[in-house]
């Protein structure tokens, strides 16, 4: 025999009951031996309590005993519940006049709905054909007096079950009313939280069930609430143990009493959507699957009750009295907090109870008010407990790092001595991000990583070609979901929570917004996106000023922008120091010599004591193109210039360049690579600019660029024979000389033989004294700038 369980929404008018009917019936046609178990339709319970307290409130209560009147009949003609219906009118009736109501009468009320419901399915099926039997469990489960978490008497109501099954038998199909039984008095009683489900474990319990099929509106038991995690899997198989945790920490499905009786008999529980009958459902039998965490789940109706003082250290018997006092006020505690210096504990409990709780407790501990034992009790009603079933110790730290690295910091956290079980207390306004964070990090779904792009020009731009082509590869292979939901120009700017299309110019275009950084810190926050980044791809020189609140509000930095870096050594030293406290990453590997390896290199020679006595070279890939170029070729170097700016080796201004400021820039970023706090005025720069091209608009001098080829010409042919041009960069430790130039060099020379847009660096140390370290290779150009941003993302994501 198998039991099925039908819940609330698989019962409820429309969709659900017809699918219920429909189950039913075809297990019955199929002549398998089955007994249903119901829960009531709707919302009736909530319904019913509702009437039941507007009645005792002496408020008028007609109108929704009409509504539930209407729907509980909808399906069936309503003279199958009349009986139910006048009881229900009269206990109301009763209740309104006293305007009070004891437990008995509210167990009555309580009851009906699912009485109606058996009553109304029996119905149905016999109308398709189905042997159905009404089974009304108030003669069958035989309880203690306990009127609203009523214990059945074992040994009775098996004897009852068991007979009534051997009456009803063969091809019966037994409905059953669940949540309910009576007392030894045949007064009706109910059996408390989750009793539909408790009523079936027990019939599947006596009866030696071979499953109980528990039919519910989701496909089954998820590793967190999907409509809290998108990316939450459906568990297969679970243990008892397993579900039995998950049961104690919010999963609502399950409840710990109902799986008592299974295992008893070690008979498997089936969780299944009525809703979508080709899922399987979760199994939870006795055996232990798979290792490892489980789920997440989360109880948010819950306050934190703290009790602190100094009087509390070392003394006997304060937990006692706090706990005693709990308990007869009958308020369950769900987690217990207290550091090894006893100054204070920290308490779980249902948020309905918080007031309650407060007032048992300032009563009990009023005299040590007086002493100044204890100075505070309070409530923090703010928060939710996230429980972490199956999280072993051990590598509990991931999911904490994560936490911690998203700005969560839980307020509380415990874990059971038995079993694998961590449970945190966070802040209910960050609850979503922290479940998402945790879900991603120890589940490894797939880590999502939401990235905001400031710049979408030439290397923004191409930076985001290059995400849209490669991210499926991203998450087949590292399980990192590349999530962009912000990019933005100077003016406005494109927001999409689920990450935007992979046509993202056309979108941009059409949906962009004006904006302000703070808007998109705002849209962060409003939805909970975790493992933030922002990626700045802007020449701005007023955007870094955004660095700090984004760093304050939880995002790491990735930036091709070199301005940062390189204003006054104050700024340098305050965002560094944000970063550190709000422990985030800033990563800036393509400021100096684009996609090449530059600033890693050096920042390890430097971490791990190796003295940098020099580093020299050719620092600019659109300087190394334009003399590389006009070196050995007999054109004007303005037509080399414009060649070089159409091939993306440029700043935006290309004036940077050839200022000498963009070299000046990396050379002082280098510096600052080893703690040499120099500002960029300490560098003696050459301009290649005649003073009248300085300072005129950048249209202007597009239009003017050929005022220069006279001057370089000149300069071209006054070099020694095989000399050729090189723009360099020279940062010497030991005399403290920094200063960029325009020198001519043997074309034999290391520098003299480099080509294209390459850069080269040559970095002497002590043991690279008389050889120095060689990074060369392109040094300019938006494929290579932007992979190298994409570089530092990847980096980051690891850390994140
Ligand atoms: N081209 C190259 O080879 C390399 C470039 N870089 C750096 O990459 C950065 C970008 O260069 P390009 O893409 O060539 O410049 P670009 O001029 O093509 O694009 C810059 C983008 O930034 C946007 N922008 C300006 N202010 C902004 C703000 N406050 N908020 C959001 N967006 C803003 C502009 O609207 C534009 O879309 C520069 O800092 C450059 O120094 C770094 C290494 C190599
Ligand atoms: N304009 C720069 C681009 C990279 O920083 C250069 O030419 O090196």
Redesign the pocket.
């Known amino acids: 025999m198998k039991i099925l369980k039908f819940g609330g929404k698989s019962l409820a008018n429309g969709k659900g009951i017809e699918t219920t009917i429909q189950i039913i019936k075809e297990k019955a046609i199929r002549q398998e031996r089955i007994a249903v178990v119901l829960s009531a339709r709707g919302n009736a319970t909530d319904e019913l309590l509702e009437m039941l307290e507007k009645a005792a409130r002496k408020e008028t209560y007609r109108e929704e005993l009409t509504a539930f009147k209407a729907y509980q009949s909808q399906i069936a003609t309503s003279a199958d519940c009349l009986e139910e219906f006048t009881t229900l009118e009269n206990l109301l009736q009763g209740v309104s006049l006293l305007g009070d109501y004891s437990e008995k009468i509210k167990d009555q009320i309580m009851s009906l709905g699912e009485i109606i419901a058996a009553k109304l399915v029996t119905n149905l099926l016999q109308k398709e054909g189905v042997n159905a039997h009404f089974t009304d469990t108030r003669s069958l489960i035989i309880t203690d007096n306990v009127f609203g978490n009523a214990r059945p008497l074992d040994l009775i109501s098996r004897k009852n079950i068991i007979n009534h099954f051997k009456s009803y038998n063969g091809t019966t199909v037994n409905i059953v009313t669940g949540f309910i039984g009576s007392n030894q008095n045949n007064e009706t009683t109910t059996l408390g939280r989750n009793g539909s489900n408790y009523t079936a474990a027990l019939l599947a319990n006596f009866l030696d069930a071979e499953e109980l099929q528990n039919y519910t509106h989701v496909d089954g038991i998820f590793t967190a609430n999907p409509d809290l995690v998108a990316d939450a899997k459906k568990i297969e198989a679970l243990s008892f143990n397993e579900a039995n945790e998950l049961a104690n920490f919010g999963a609502h499905i399950l409840h710990a009493k109902t799986i008592v009786p299974l295992i008893e008999k070690n008979i498997p529980l089936r969780i299944l959507n009525t809703f979508n009958s080709s899922d399987g459902g979760t199994i939870i039998t006795q055996k232990t699957t798979a290792k490892g965490i489980k789920s997440i789940s989360v109880l948010d109706n819950v306050v934190l009750v703290n009790l602190e003082g100094r009087g509390l250290l070392g003394r006997v018997g304060v937990d006692a009295r706090i706990f005693k006092t709990l308990s007869e006020n009958d308020i369950n505690v769900s987690i217990i907090s207290q550091g090894s210096s006893e100054r204070g504990i920290g308490l779980v409990i249902n948020a309905s109870e918080a007031s309650k709780a407060i007032v048992s407790l300032e009563r009990e501990f009023e005299n040590d008010f007086y002493t100044k034992d204890v100075n505070k009790i309070s409530i923090i009603d703010d928060v939710a407990v996230i429980s972490i079933v199956g999280q072993d110790l051990s590598e509990f730290h991931k999911p904490y790092n994560a936490l911690i690295k998203n700005q969560i910091v839980p307020i509380l956290f415990n874990n059971t001595v038995s079993g694998k079980n961590v449970s945190l207390v966070v802040k209910k306004s960050q609850l979503h991000k922290a479940v998402n964070v945790i879900h991603g990090q120890i589940f490894g779904v797939s880590k999502k990583i939401n990235i905001a792009v400031?710049?979408?020009?030439?290397?923004?731009?191409t930076l985001l070609d290059q995400i849209v082509k490669s991210k499926i590869a991203i998450l087949d292979k590292n399980n990192i979901k590349l999530n962009v939901f912000a990019i933005?120009?100077?003016?406005h700017v494109y927001l999409n929570k689920n990450g935007t299309a992979d046509n993202w110019q056309d979108t941009f275009s059409k949906e962009k917004v004006a904006y302000t950084v703070q808007q998109i810190i705002d849209y962060s926050k409003i939805h909970h996106l975790e493992n933030l980044i922002a990626v700045?791809?802007?020449?701005?020189k007023?955007?870094i000023h955004?660095y700090i609140p984004l760093v304050k509000n939880g995002f790491d930095l990735v930036s091709?922008?070199?301005?940062a870096n390189t204003i006054e050594y104050s700024f340098y030293q305050e965002l560094r120091l944000e970063l550190k406290k709000h422990q985030k990453n800033y990563l800036y590997e393509?400021?100096v010599g684009?996609g090449l390896p530059l600033i890693d290199t050096i920042r390890l020679l430097h971490k791990s004591g190796e003295s940098i006595k020099k580093i020299r070279g050719v620092f600019s890939?659109?300087l190394s193109y334009l003399f590389n170029t006009f070196s050995v070729e007999d054109i004007p170097f303005s037509t080399v210039l414009k060649q070089a700016e159409e091939k993306?080796?440029?700043?935006?201004d290309a004036r940077?360049d050839l200022s000498g400021n963009?070299v000046a820039r990396k050379l002082l970023i280098l510096a600052r690579e080893l703690d040499l706090k120099h500002e960029l005025s300490d560098i003696s720069i050459q301009n290649l600019l005649p003073a009248h091209l300085q300072t005129i608009s950048l249209q202007q001098f597009k239009e003017n660029i050929s005022d220069l080829d006279e001057t370089f010409k000149h300069i071209k042919a006054n070099q020694q024979e095989n000399n050729v041009l090189r723009y360099v960069g020279d940062l010497d430790t030991e005399t403290k000389i920094l200063e960029v130039k325009l020198i001519s060099v043997s074309s034999n020379s290391a520098l003299g033989q480099i080509k294209g847009s390459d850069s080269i660096f040559e970095i002497y140390t002590e043991a690279y004294k008389e050889q120095p370290l060689v990074i060369q290779g392109a040094g300019?150009?938006?494929a290579?700038?932007a992979r190298?941003v994409f570089g530092d993302i990847l980096r980051l994501t690891e850390k994140l």
């Open positions: 400031f710049g979408k020009g030439l290397v923004g731009g933005a120009d100077s003016q700045d791809t802007t020449a701005s007023k955007f955004d091709a922008n070199k301005v393509t400021n684009a890939g659109s993306g080796f440029t700043e935006p940077e963009d300019a150009g938006a290579v700038t190298g």
